[in-house]
């Protein structure tokens, strides 16, 4: 016979295992931020620091424009680091949190699937028609998160190639200043 409460508490322990892989997650990438953040102002104020001193050595105009000219170039070359940096961990953040949602769909999908298995096979004679529209509603959610997954991942696909591009552009143009 069929236990819809043991299913229940099935469900239960899973979404409770998910949202502790989510927390887990999600502190793990906050703490890559950190670091990365820490990192570069720690450079920042290093550089600041160099930068200073050399100002405070500099002797004549001629000098003290090409110190300019290093500094910014020092000073793009520096975020584009830190951007590709940070766009590199949060491309590997979306990676993880796309497995963990693929993984939490692909368990919630089997587990309702069996839940509705079960039902049906201990369902009243006559309620063919509700089990055939529950599974048919079922089904076409299925369908619709797969399409709307797929969607999604070329949205991505497509955000990342751009971002990409960019980031080649920005890096062609600050040498394209030192190169002047």
Known sequence: MYNATESFAEFSKLNV?????????SLENAEKLFKLNLTAT??????GVQNAQAVASVKDLPEFLALRSKVAESGVQGAVGYSRTLYALASEAQAEYTALAEEAWSAYSKGVAAIVDKAS????????VA????KS????????FDQFQ????????????SVRA??????????GRKAA
Do not use: Y
């Open 17 to 25: 295992a998910n949202a502790t892989k989510l927390a887990a997650l």
């Open 42 to 47: 720690k450079a920042a104020l290093a550089t």
């Open 121 to 128: 096979k201990s369902a009243p004679a006559g309620s063919e």
């Open 131 to 134: 089990v055939n529209a529950l």
């Open 137 to 144: 509603t079922f089904a076409a959610s299925t369908a619709a």
């Open 150 to 161: 797929r969607a999604s991942k070329q949205v991505v696909n497509l955000a990342d190639a």
């Open 166 to 175: 960019a980031a080649a552009t920005a890096t062609k143009a600050a040498k």
